[in-house]
């Protein structure tokens, strides 16, 4: 009997930290799968950020690095820099890549580096206790925005990807979503192409994960799922971006 | 004389191992003692290992920071694994029985007793932290029991006075089981 399918290699077989109903497991399962069938566990390098998914190199069989909050993308282009052979990925939340780390962010893609970001966006800072981000939804509330976002005090949702593709060196952005298992299945495709950019040598690639966090949106895992499909993508459109 | 004693407090995210931490701290200032109280949070937002550190001291304490601690007081099974060499070799550990299973015996002192299953008894499972506060101040002696009251009360939110009453009768068990009835 033919074996089809099975827990992925560059997943290790443990239990997760995370919330009940957050994404950050589902997006580390499907990077896992990408790299077993690439076949690319041995040249790959991730760089975990600073966020719920600081430890995720708990949870990966793979070469990880620790970088400062936000500065993943420079750690990432010193690295592909000195070892062009190796696959680079970060892996970063939206505070960690459009808030303290929107400037490494924006030169990393501007100078075209042939690395591939999966950026987790949940429109909160998880670990820190749910507070207002970047990509926050207008009028939702969180522990710095008790009333809801304001335009007129917080000013509108980061669209960090939709920025980053006026840059004429970024080559792929696209958005997806965990919220379905179709949705899921597009995710694991975007990262697949974000992936096979950098091996094949095309440059800059970022996929926008759309990640429920139950615990801060005051929801429970199946009603986060449902905002994200009912609200979420009303602000942030999935599909291909560049 | 100079004292100075430590104590790591370890358990489960939710067992109140922060509150049990700055009730000891909180008590040991009303009487006069220098105190630090150093939490340390993982990156987990819901369950892990949460831990405390406190320092009680007739002199003042130059970091809050415990590399070897005096009194182990340890409220779930995996804090054991991680900190039982976090105890000095002479020092105490007072364990929840109730969800942590001694197995080797070191030459440290050893307290245990269902700090969980008194609480159940109770009426709230949340004050199982006093009970293990009843029984360390009981043990050391370094603290008097009136101050501990005093320093619920104090700490209690003014939506939850109600609250001292449970918090009061876990910290007398405590108290109980050491001294005897």
């Known amino acids: 009997m033919e074996k089809i399918f099975s827990h992925p290699k560059s997943l290790r077989k443990v239990s997760t930290h995370y919330c009940p109903g957050c994404g950050h497991g589902i997006a580390h399962r499907l990077i896992a799968e990408v790299i077993d069938e690439l076949e690319i566990r041995e040249r790959i390098i991730a760089?975990?950020?600073?966020?719920?998914?600081?430890?995720?190199?708990?949870?990966?069989?793979?070469?990880?690095?620790?970088?400062?909050?936000?500065?993943?993308?420079s750690v990432a282009t010193g690295m592909k820099r000195i070892r062009p052979e190796n696959i680079i990925f970060t892996y970063q939340g939206d505070g960690d890549l459009a808030a303290i780390?929107?400037?490494?962010?924006?030169?990393?893609?501007?100078?075209?580096?042939?690395?591939?970001?999966?950026?987790?966006?949940?429109?909160?800072?998880?670990?820190?206790?749910?507070?207002?981000?970047?990509?926050?939804?207008?009028?939702?509330?969180?522990?710095?925005?008790?009333?809801?976002?304001?335009?007129?005090?917080?000013?509108?949702?980061?669209?960090?990807?939709?920025?980053?593709?006026?840059?004429?060196?970024?080559?792929?952005?696209?958005?997806?979503?965990?919220?379905?298992?179709?949705?899921?299945?597009?995710?694991?495709?975007?990262?697949?192409?974000?992936?096979?950019?950098?091996?094949?040598?095309?440059?800059?690639?970022?996929v926008e994960v759309l990640s429920p966090c139950p615990t801060y949106w005051n929801l429970s895992p199946k009603q986060a799922l449902d905002w994200i499909r009912d609200v979420m993508v009303k602000e942030f459109p999935l599909g291909r971006i560049k | 004389m100079i004292m100075v004693e430590k104590v790591i407090i370890a358990g489960a995210g939710g067992q109140g191992i922060m509150v049990l931490g700055r009730v000891l701290a909180e008590a040991a200032m009303r009487e006069n003692k220098f105190v630090t109280w150093l939490p340390a949070y993982g990156a987990e937002v819901r369950g892990g290992t949460a831990y405390c550190m406190v320092i009680i001291s007739t002199q003042e304490i130059g970091s809050p920071f415990i590399d070897k601690a005096d009194t182990l007081i340890i409220m779930n099974q995996p804090s054991l694994g991680k900190f039982k060499n976090r105890l000095s070799k002479k020092g105490l550990l007072i364990a929840n029985s109730s969800l942590v299973k001694i197995t080797a015996q070191t030459k440290s002192g050893l307290l245990k007793q269902p700090f969980t299953d008194i609480a159940v008894d109770l009426g709230n499972i949340k004050v199982a932290n006093m009970v293990a506060v009843g029984c360390y101040v009981a043990s050391k002696k370094n603290i008097h029991p009136e101050t501990v009251v005093k320093a619920i009360t104090d700490m209690?939110?003014?939506?939850?006075?109600?609250?001292?009453?449970?918090?009061?009768?876990?910290?007398?068990?405590?108290?109980?089981?050491v001294r005897g009835k």
């Open chain 2, 156 to 177: 209690a939110p003014k939506d939850k006075l109600a609250l001292v009453k449970i918090n009061k009768q876990a910290l007398l068990k405590g108290i109980e089981l």
């Open chain 1, 101 to 206: 780390g929107t400037n490494e962010t924006i030169h990393t893609a501007n100078r075209g580096e042939n690395l591939t970001v999966i950026f987790i966006n949940n429109a909160v800072y998880g670990m820190t206790g749910g507070q207002m981000a970047p990509t926050t939804l207008l009028g939702q509330k969180t522990a710095t925005t008790p009333a809801g976002r304001k335009v007129a005090s917080e000013g509108y949702p980061l669209k960090i990807s939709e920025l980053l593709a006026q840059l004429p060196a970024v080559k792929f952005i696209e958005r997806t979503s965990l919220h379905s298992p179709q949705e899921v299945i597009k995710t694991k495709r975007a990262i697949k192409e974000a992936f096979e950019n950098q091996i094949n040598q095309i440059g800059f690639s970022m």
């Open chain 1, 47 to 73: 760089v975990a950020p600073v966020g719920c998914a600081v430890l995720a190199y708990d949870y990966w069989d793979f070469d990880c690095t620790e970088a400062a909050h936000g500065r993943a993308l």
